[in-house]
C-alpha cells in the first residue's frame, strides 16, 4: 500500500490514552530537564526527525500530542476536524548542559516550512500549523530572536507564519502515534517535512548556517 494512504486509514480510537507515572517519569530525569513544544504539521514526522537528529544529544523523551486548543482531553478524531483549536505538536523533555533550546530551536526551522500558514505539504488545517509554544521567558525571547534571524537569513522569499504563543495545557496523543514512524518505517510521512535517513542526516541538515553565531 503506498505510504501516502496510511495516513487516512489510520484509526480514530480514542481509548488509547498514554497512562505514565509522574513520579517515575520524574525520577527518570535529570533535575535541570527543561521542555521545547513545537509544532510542525504531521506529529509523526516531526517526532521522527527531532529523535534522529538529537539521538545520544541531549533529548531525553519525547511525546507527540495535542497543545494550543480550547477542549480538554481531545482526541485524534477532534483534532482533525480543525474546530478544537489545537495543534498536532511533539514536547521534548532535553537536558540543556548537551544541547540548547536555541539548537532545537533552529532544527525546528530546518526541518518544516515555516511559509505555508496552516499546511504542511498537501496536509492543511489549523491543527497543521507551524508554532512555538514557549515554556517561560527566556524561552520568549531565543524563539522570537531565532526567528527573526531566520526569517532575514534563510526564508527571504517568503514570509513566516509561526505562531509564537506561551505554552498551554499539553495533552498526550493517543498510544499509537507514539514513535508512529519508529514501528511502521513505510507510514506516512509529510513532503515538506525533513525527515532524512540516518546516513544523510547531520550533513543535511548544517548546510544552512546557525544563525544563532550571527
Known amino acids: ?15 488509547t490514552k ?56 481531545p482526541s485524534y478524531r477532534a483534532v482533525c476536524t480543525g474546530r ?5 505538536a511533539l514536547q521534548i523533555k532535553f537536558d540543556p548542559s548537551l544541547v540548547t533550546y536555541t539548537a532545537l530551536i533552529e532544527f525546528f526551522y530546518k526541518m518544516h516550512d515555516p511559509t505555508t500558514k496552516n499546511r504542511q505539504g498537501g496536509d492543511a488545517g489549523t ?19 531565532i526567528t527573526e534571524k531566520v526569517q532575514a537569513q534563510w526564508w527571504r522569499n ?21 514513535k508512529y514512524l519508529d514501528k511502521t518505517p513505510d507510514g506516512y510521512e509529510c513532503p515538506s517535512q525533513y525527515v532524512p535517513s540516518p546516513g544523510k542526516q547531520k550533513a543535511e541538515a548544517e548546510r544552512l548556517p546557525s544563525v544563532s553565531e550571527e
Open 158 to 178: 517568503g514570509k513566516i507564519s509561526t505562531e509564537i504563543a506561551p505554552a498551554a495545557e499539553w495533552f498526550d496523543a493517543e498510544d499509537y502515534h507514539q
Open 84 to 88: 478544537t483549536g489545537h495543534a498536532e
Open 127 to 145: 491543527q497543521y500549523r507551524s508554532a512555538i509554544f514557549y515554556h517561560g521567558e527566556e524561552q520568549e525571547k531565543i524563539a522570537k530572536e
Open 1 to 15: 500500500m503506498p505510504a501516502f494512504l496510511s495516513r487516512f486509514l489510520r484509526p480514530f480510537t480514542t481509548s
Open 18 to 73: 498514554m497512562s505514565l507515572n509522574p513520579e517515575t517519569v520524574a525520577q527518570s530525569m535529570p533535575e535541570n530537564t527543561q521542555l521545547c513544544t513545537v509544532a510542525a504539521g504531521c506529529f509523526w514526522g516531526v517526532e521522527h526527525a527531532f529523535r534522529k537528529h538529537f539521538k545520544d544529544q541531549g533529548l531525553l523523551d519525547a511525546k507527540v500530542g495535542y497543545c494550543g486548543g480550547d477542549s480538554k482531553n
